[in-house]
């Protein structure tokens, strides 16, 4: 299911600065994974999991905080509001 707006708004004003765009959508394979769909934002916490696999990162969506897995997702070098109507 794609972020709310209110989901958006959440994660956009939280971390302004380090949000990044989701271009693909996942699935996720286990509990402590994340689902996302293209164009959801999110913050990447930490560029590896628990057991430093690079390919699962820790990211907060305004809905959780767990796992993305091997994910396409590009830095938002700039914070405006009109990425708040972004439609996907």
């Known amino acids: ?9 959440q994660v956009t004003k939280q971390y302004p600065a380090k ?3 989701v271009t693909e959508t996942r699935t996720a394979a286990d509990r402590t994974d994340i689902s996302v769909c293209g164009g959801d934002f999110v913050w990447v916490i930490k560029k590896n999991d628990p057991n ?4 699962r990162w820790l990211v ?4 959780y905080v ?8 590009k830095h938002l070098h700039f ?9 996907r």
């Open 79 to 87: 914070y405006n509001k009109y990425l708040l109507n972004v439609t």
């Open 19 to 21: 949000l990044f765009l």
């Open 1 to 9: 299911m794609p972020q709310t707006d209110s989901q958006r708004v």
């Open 52 to 55: 430093n696999n690079s390919k």
């Open 66 to 73: 767990k796992l993305l897995i091997d994910a396409e997702i």
């Open 60 to 63: 907060d969506d305004g809905r």
